[in-house]
């Protein structure tokens, strides 16, 4: 090969990779006019409400005002929750009367490549539902089969089709 062959083929690959560096490594741009935030994020407004009005607003474990009211969360610009550093965005309503209910509206961030979820316009809290309940409680050693999988022990043998299934043993009633 002729020098100047090996020195155009070096320049075309060497601009072919930037090319490709170029394509994959795009920039995200917010909206003209779209309130800038921090780390490249930018503003968006969500109306809160609770019915009855006058309940406490906590985002994220920091009171920021009674219901109905408008938050403004700084999230990415593709419309969904930026990760700060937590793997949710919490924000709770707090009962201004008796016989109503904590209500809690959580959103995962996308921390540690953890799924993100968008940011609505609009939540509204019902302070007369209660909460659902949580998971059922587990020693730590033991984490058998959830409790909708086959029927009640007291029938025999209890079938189970999930995960660990060859380990499965005949429970006695």
């Not at 005002?65 to 593709?78: E, N, Q, R, S």
């Not at 996308?110 to 609009?122: M, V």
Request: hydrophobic share 30%.
């Amino acid at each position: 090969m002729q020098p100047d062959e090996i020195l155009m083929k070096t320049r075309v690959m060497f601009a072919g990779g930037l090319a490709i560096i170029g394509l994959l490594t795009g920039c995200e741009t917010i909206p003209p006019g779209a309130e800038r935030g921090p780390n490249g994020t930018m503003a968006y407004l969500v109306e809160i409400e609770s019915s009855p009005p006058g309940a406490r607003i906590e985002a994220n474990g920091e009171v920021v005002g009674t219901a109905p009211l408008t938050l403004k969360i700084f999230g990415d610009p593709d419309g969904t929750f930026h990760d700060f550093g937590s793997y949710f965005y919490i924000i709770r309503a707090l009962p201004s009367q008796t016989n109503h209910y904590v209500q809690t509206a959580t959103f995962r961030t996308g921390h540690l490549l953890t799924p993100e979820d968008r940011i609505p316009k609009r939540i509204l809290f019902e302070m007369t539902q209660p909460a659902p309940a949580g998971p059922p409680y587990y020693e730590p050693g033991y984490y058998g089969p959830p409790v909708y999988y086959g029927p009640p022990v007291y029938f025999g043998t209890r079938i189970y089709f999930g995960p660990g299934y060859g380990q499965c043993r005949r429970s006695r009633g």
